[in-house]
C-alpha cells in the first residue's frame, strides 16, 4: 500500500532546521536520525549536531550518519567541551539555514513521530512556538519512577502559580520555533542549562509571541545516563526566582 503525503507537507515550502545538541550519545544519536527521516520524508530540513566534546564517540558517529545521508543533511558542529544547553542552541543557530528551527533531546525522549504534529499545527495556526506537553490530554511520561513524577509536576505547578507563562509544560525542551522568533527570544534569555528552557518559554509569552501546544508522551532515556541531578534542581529554583523578578 502506498503512503499518502499529507496535503499540509505537499504545500509547505518552509525549511526546519533540527538542533539536537549531544554529549555521550553515541548509542542514540543513530537512531533518532533514522526516525526522523522516517517520519518527516518529503519535508525539507537538515539536522544540525551539537556536540560537546563526547569522550564516547559520538561525533564518529555522526560522521557515519553524514555518509549515508549526506553531509548537507547532517550537519555536525561540534564544540571542544561541556558550554551548557542554551549556548549549544545559540552555536546550532548560527548554521541553522531553515526558516523554522526544531530543538529536541538526543536521548530518545522526544519522539520524531510527533514532527509531523508540530509541523501541521504551525501550519495551520501561522504559531510562532509550537512546544510539545506533557500535562494535557493525550500526553504523559513513560519510564518515571512515581517521585520524578510528583516532582516534574510539582515544579511545574509552583512555576505556574509565580510566573503564568500561558503555556501548560514550562520544562519541556521539544519545540519549533520561528528561526526570527527564536533569534529575538534567544537574545534575552541569560539562563544555562536546564532552566534555559524554562526562561525562553516564559519570555516569549511576556513578549507576546503566537505559542501553541502539541501533546506528546515523554520517554524516560533507554541508553546512557540522565545528566538530571540534584545541582539542576537548585538551579531550576534559583531560575524561577530570577524570572519572578526580571519578567
Not at 531553515?98 to 525522549?109: E, P
Not at 510527533?114 to 501541521?120: A, G
Not at 546512557?224 to 539542576?232: A, C, I, N, V
Amino acid at each position: 500500500m502506498l503512503r499518502q503525503t499529507p496535503v499540509f507537507i505537499l504545500q509547505n515550502k518552509n525549511r526546519y532546521s533540527i538542533i539536537v545538541p549531544t554529549y555521550n550519545e553515541r548509542l542514540n544519536i543513530a537512531l533518532l536520525v533514522f526516525l526522523v527521516f522516517k517520519h518527516i520524508p518529503d519535508v525539507d530540513f537538515e539536522i544540525i549536531i551539537v556536540d560537546d566534546g563526547s569522550p564516547d564517540g559520538t561525533q564518529d558517529i555522526v560522521k557515519q550518519l553524514q555518509q549515508v545521508y549526506g553531509d548537507d543533511r547532517i550537519l555536525l558542529r561540534a564544540r571542544p567541551k561541556k558550554l551548557g544547553l542554551g549556548t549549544a542552541y545559540i552555536h546550532g543557530l548560527k548554521h541553522a539555514s531553515g526558516n523554522f528551527v526544531v530543538i529536541m533531546d538526543a536521548d530518545l525522549s522526544h519522539h520524531p513521530k510527533y514532527l509531523p504534529h508540530f509541523i501541521k499545527k504551525q501550519v495551520e495556526t501561522g504559531a510562532d512556538i509550537v512546544t510539545g506537553t506533557r500535562y494535557v490530554t493525550g500526553g504523559g511520561v513513560h519510564g518515571w519512577t512515581l517521585m520524578r513524577k510528583l516532582t516534574s509536576r510539582g515544579a511545574n505547578v509552583l512555576a505556574h502559580t509565580l510566573l503564568w507563562p500561558g503555556v501548560s509544560d514550562l520544562t519541556g525542551s521539544f519545540r519549533l520555533y520561528k528561526k526570527s522568533a527564536l533569534e529575538d527570544i534567544i537574545s534575552s534569555c541569560v539562563s544555562k542549562g536546564y532552566v534555559f528552557q524554562m526562561e525562553m518559554i516564559v519570555r516569549a509569552s511576556r513578549k507576546g509571541y503566537h505559542i501553541e501546544e502539541v501533546p506528546i508522551t515523554f520517554v524516560d532515556r533507554v541508553y546512557g545516563s540522565s545528566k538530571l541531578g540534584g545541582s539542576e534542581i537548585v538551579e531550576y529554583l534559583k531560575g524561577l526566582v530570577y524570572l519572578l523578578f526580571t519578567t
